[in-house]
């Protein structure tokens, strides 16, 4: 049976392998949150990712992508993983430490009308996913879609192009540091 052939089981897989976490996090989008999802722990063991990755292939195998583009550690394996099953090739962006935007990382490029679909494991505002598409569009490039394993289901999000999501985690949340009870009683981020 797959472990995707229902939202329950696939949620019961996330929380057994202990992706999920609580603590104090500051997340991509600058904002704080007490839960955290951290998909590559899902990627330690390939095998049960499997069916994971192929459910998300097969939702964008009508796009016909020519790359795969992702950023960061999970986004990269996931690239590489749907690039594989779609016979598409590999494109990985990284977040500049001074700057806060997303580029290719030298050595990999975008051709204009290339089509690309851009993967992310996780979003809370959808700040990094749209960062991908603007990287795409200045190419010339052609998104066709954007894959996400989780978003958490507290923002509205539009990326401008069809959006397949698998999972909608419950119970998470995401505050501006301002307003956050962590940090009111002073407990540390959690790394
Ligand atoms: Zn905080």
Same mark, same amino acid.
């Given at each position: 049976? &797959?472990?995707?052939?229902?939202?329950?089981?696939?949620?019961?897989? !996330?929380? %057994?392998?202990?992706?999920?976490?609580?603590?104090?996090?500051?997340?991509?989008?600058?904002?704080?949150? &007490?839960?955290?999802?951290?998909?590559?722990?899902?990627?330690?063991?390939? @095998?049960?990712? +499997?069916?994971?990755?192929?459910?998300?292939?097969?939702?964008?195998?009508?796009?016909?992508?020519?790359? !795969?583009? #992702? /950023? @960061?550690? /999970?986004?990269?394996?996931?690239?590489?993983?749907?690039?594989? %099953?779609?016979?598409?090739? !590999?494109? *990985?962006?990284?977040? &500049?430490?001074? +700057?806060?935007?997303?580029?290719?990382?030298?050595?990999?490029?975008?051709?204009?009308?290339?089509?690309?679909?851009? =993967?992310?494991?996780?979003?809370?505002? #959808?700040?990094?996913?749209? $960062?991908?598409?603007?990287? =795409?569009?200045?190419? @010339?490039? *052609?998104?066709? #879609?954007?894959?996400?394993? /989780?978003?958490?289901?507290?923002?509205?999000?539009?990326? #401008?192009?069809?959006?397949? =999501?698998?999972?909608?985690?419950?119970?998470?949340?995401?505050?501006?540091?301002?307003?956050?009870?962590?940090?009111? $009683?002073?407990?540390?981020?959690?790394?």
């Amino acid at each position: 049976m &797959s472990v995707l052939s229902d939202t329950a089981a696939l949620l019961a897989w !996330v929380e %057994r392998s202990g992706a999920l976490q609580k603590g104090h996090f500051k997340l991509a989008s600058g904002l704080h949150a &007490s839960r955290f999802f951290r998909c590559i722990k899902l990627f330690q063991d390939p @095998n049960a990712c +499997e069916a994971l990755f192929v459910e998300l292939a097969c939702r964008f195998q009508a796009q016909s992508p020519d790359v !795969v583009m #992702g /950023a @960061n550690e /999970a986004g990269s394996i996931l690239a590489f993983e749907l690039a594989r %099953r779609l016979g598409a090739e !590999v494109a *990985i962006a990284r977040q &500049s430490q001074d +700057e806060q935007r997303y580029r290719l990382i030298e050595g990999f490029e975008l051709v204009p009308g290339a089509r690309v679909l851009v =993967v992310d494991d996780i979003t809370t505002t #959808g700040g990094t996913a749209k $960062q991908l598409v603007e990287i =795409v569009r200045q190419a @010339n490039g *052609i998104p066709v #879609g954007v894959g996400l394993v /989780a978003t958490k289901g507290i923002f509205a999000i539009d990326l #401008g192009c069809p959006t397949e =999501v698998l999972l909608e985690l419950q119970g998470m949340d995401a505050v501006d540091p301002q307003d956050c009870p962590l940090c009111q $009683q002073g407990i540390p981020l959690s790394g």
